[in-house]
């Protein structure tokens, strides 16, 4: 199944004329493409999918869905960080 997992937009930067960003999903941080929502900004939160943020989406659905996918139990890939990412893990693990 293709899930797209809500993030807060904490950082926005370029990396070789992409536009990135570091996301917060939830206390897990994870370096996300914002090449496809130009009009997001810090303190947005976006729907990402695969590293791509596809959609800009308000706080009260971010929060609803990540309530939902926490409950069925598909966060487990999003708290799995490995250790060459440039962001990492720093939550509590559940």
Do not use: W
């Amino acid at each position: 199944m293709c899930l797209g997992i809500p993030g807060k937009v904490v950082e926005i930067r370029h990396e070789h004329d992409v536009r990135m960003g570091k996301v917060d999903f939830g206390g897990v941080f994870k370096s996300v493409c914002l090449e496809h929502v130009e009009e997001a900004q810090i303190g947005d939160y976006v729907l990402v999918h695969v590293g791509f943020a596809l959609a800009k989406i308000d706080e009260e659905e971010a929060k609803r869905v990540f309530e939902v996918l926490e409950q069925m139990g598909e966060l487990a890939e999003v708290r799995e960080t490995p250790s060459n990412l440039p962001f990492t893990y720093v939550g509590n693990s559940s």
